[in-house]
């Protein structure tokens, strides 16, 4: 494909003004737009001599240029390189340059395309007997270069939408399955199971299949002990009560996996041990207990031994990415598990040396970190909550605390779905709540900001918990805005009691342990 008659004018109009070589951003032009070798020799001529500082070029300035060069001297003689000149220097009209300049390039294109075997038919049909030809070269005048390509991503991008559809992607109008989601919704709200305590699960919607929490937290703030009691709450239908010394409905009956990065196996044995009996850990570690409570930890290995395979731990002293997403992946396929506990993310020195070479921020590697920790939960439709250290700043109370608190950055929350962050109330704020703390007869002694929720009208606020660190049950108080101002009107999520399907097998459990 070749416009001779646009090939004239270009080199016509780039002699009587070569100033358009200039203006790089607009006309972009370098011998290959010219196919012909000729045409090709006459644009290098030109370029040289406005190089050489020429305002207006003759085609005698062009034949001096290749005077010395016998080869081009041929190939312009050839082609009868004077007369060719002279016409474009008498017909050319530089006004048009832009019109003539935007149809060469269509050429090129179409040219360039048809050399990949590509069909441009559509666009331009050579061959103008063809009864299509006048319509569809009319139609070729009228189309830019942005035109020509976004028509060709169309067709590719559809192909691609043919042959490499999966899961992850799907594109739906804004009405596709409306219906069906609000006659799900009546039956099946969308609430995860809860976790511990009721003004949090309201402000999250529970543990939710899919989403990603981040709960943060300073070293002595209990991280990991409420991750283990969050952890227990989902998988163990029951639990005792100190205060009816009776076993009871209490949690759901969920498959957990439990990522220790730090604990080993037997501390976290201990702790749920603890959570279970209500018995001090520190009397279990210390084997200082009473008659009744070494019986109700004897109960407490029982109700384990029933539900052993609700409770999964797997230990990652030296975590990376990629282990991480298997161990995960395989545990939550394998073995039916819809909620994950990762504890906690943190940089070691195998997730270093998984980046080694590629010269990333602490920040960049803790937020593909927690973005893998997404996917997961949205690739396998599981429930994972995870925690991170905060920074010096984590202390400071004067406002909600927040991503800027983080170690390592802010980025690591960029994925998630709740972000929260854990500290002891300062003596200050507990002054300023005094009155309405004597009202609830508890002192709080952890505060959780809650500073980003993806979907709820809560957020920018602090609840104000009890959490028994001896057995890591944990009971919301009250909430606040960020000026400490109690949240009158706040009620917390309805308990939640698991019911197995005939409601027998945990009836029987609680009777049986209750007559002992």
Not at 29 to 36: G, H, R, T, V, Y
Not at 37 to 60: S, W
Not at 159 to 185: C, P
Not at 427 to 450: Q, R
């Amino acid at each position: 494909m070749v416009d001779k008659s646009c090939i004239i004018q270009i080199l016509g109009s780039l002699m009587k003004q070569p100033q358009f070589l200039s203006d790089k951003e607009r006309y972009n032009l370098s011998p290959a737009d010219f196919k012909n070798k000729f045409h090709q020799y006459i644009f290098v001529a030109i370029t040289r001599l406005y190089n050489d500082g020429a305002k207006k070029i003759t085609p005698v300035d062009i034949v001096g240029v290749f005077e010395n060069n016998p080869g081009v001297k041929t190939v312009f003689e050839q082609n009868k390189g004077i007369e060719y000149l002279q016409d474009a220097e008498e017909f050319s009209e530089p006004e048009n340059f832009e019109v003539y300049y935007n149809r060469l390039k269509k050429i090129n294109l179409l040219r360039d395309l048809k050399s990949q075997g590509i069909d441009i038919s559509e666009f331009y049909i050579e061959d103008l007997t063809n009864e299509k030809a006048l319509e569809v070269n009319s139609r070729f005048e009228e189309l830019t270069l942005g035109d020509i390509i976004t028509q060709i991503k169309k067709k590719v991008l559809c192909l691609e939408g043919e042959y490499l559809k999966n899961d992850v992607s799907e594109t739906r109008s804004i009405f596709d399955g409306l219906e069906e989601l609000l006659e799900n919704l009546v039956d099946n709200p969308d609430i995860g199971l809860p976790l511990q305590g009721a003004i949090f699960n309201e402000i999250v919607s529970g543990a939710r299949k899919g989403a990603f929490y981040i709960r943060s937290g300073g070293s002595g703030v209990s991280k990991t002990r409420q991750a283990v009691g969050d952890a227990c709450q989902l998988a163990f239908p029951l639990r005792y009560n100190d205060s009816t010394c009776e076993w009871e409905k209490c949690g759901c009956c969920e498959k957990v996996l439990f990522i220790a990065t730090e604990q080993n196996f037997d501390e976290i044995q201990k702790m749920v041990l603890a959570y279970l009996s209500g018995v001090n850990e520190d009397k279990i570690r210390n084997n200082r207990m009473s008659e009744r409570e070494r019986t109700v930890l004897k109960q407490a290995v029982q109700v384990l031994r029933q539900y052993e395979k609700n409770f999964l731990i797997v230990r990652m002293p030296n975590p990376t990415i990629e282990l991480v997403k298997h161990i995960v992946r395989e545990n939550c396929l394998m073995n039916d598990i819809g909620y994950v506990f990762y504890d906690y993310i943190f940089i070691g020195p195998s997730l270093l040396s998984e980046f080694k070479g590629f010269n990333l921020r602490n920040d960049e590697v803790l937020l593909m970190f927690s973005t893998a920790l997404k996917d997961l939960a949205v690739e396998l439709n599981v429930f994972v909550m995870s925690s991170t250290q905060v920074n010096a700043n984590g202390d400071d109370s004067t406002n909600i605390r927040n991503e800027s608190t983080l170690a390592g950055g802010r980025a690591t929350i960029n994925k998630a779905d709740i972000g929260a962050v854990m500290a002891r109330p300062t003596k200050e704020e507990l002054k300023i709540l005094e009155s309405y703390i004597a009202t609830k007869g508890k002192t709080p002694n952890i505060v959780t900001d809650i500073y980003k929720v993806r979907s709820g009208r809560y957020n920018q606020v602090r609840i104000w918990s009890e959490v028994n660190l001896g057995n890591l049950r944990k009971e919301d108080l009250f909430i606040t805005d960020n000026k400490l101002e109690i949240l009158e009107d706040f009620e917390g999520m309805v308990p939640f009691f698991y019911e197995d399907e005939e409601n027998t097998e945990l009836d029987n459990l609680i009777k049986e342990l209750n007559s002992i």
